[in-house]
Nanobody
Framework: QVQLAESGGGSVQAGGSLRLSCAAS????????MGWFRQAPGKEREFVAV????????YYSDSMKGRFTISRDNAKNTVYLQMNSLKPEDTAVYYC?????????????????WGQGTQVTVSP
């Protein structure tokens, strides 16, 4: 079992930045692929970014590429999502997820564990 807890959400004006954190416990964190997803009001949950277990490989949704950066600190059992140049359309609940496989997964069904989510609100 893996427990995930997101933090760092909040309200920010367009153009601002936030850094989300996701702390993991319950299983060797360094073996997990970690991803971030988000769900805006009235929309399906969508893929944001993923990072390989070692941190050496990452992959982003096209709409976040260049603005968001995923990283991890295996010594702290934590994955981060640095979000810059935020736009109102980035408003959503952001979820971290963990997969026991080693791939760079973009499908939600590839992930085995999910956090409760953290709200990000970007005002114009």
């Amino acid at each position: 079992q893996v427990q995930l807890a997101e933090s760092g959400g909040g309200s920010v004006q367009a153009g601002g930045s936030l850094r989300l954190s996701c702390a993991a416990s319950g299983r060797t964190f360094s073996t997990l692929t970690m991803g971030w997803f988000r769900q805006a009001p009235g929309k399906e949950r969508e893929f944001v970014a993923v990072i390989q277990w070692s941190g050496s490989s990452t992959y982003y949704s096209d709409s976040m590429k260049g603005r968001f950066t995923i990283s991890r600190d295996n010594a702290k059992n934590t994955v981060y999502l640095q979000m810059n140049s935020l736009k109102p359309e980035d408003t959503a609940v952001y979820y971290c997820a963990a997969a026991t496989g080693r791939g760079l997964y973009v499908m939600q069904t590839s992930y085995d564990y999910w956090g409760q989510g953290t709200q990000v609100t970007v005002s114009p």
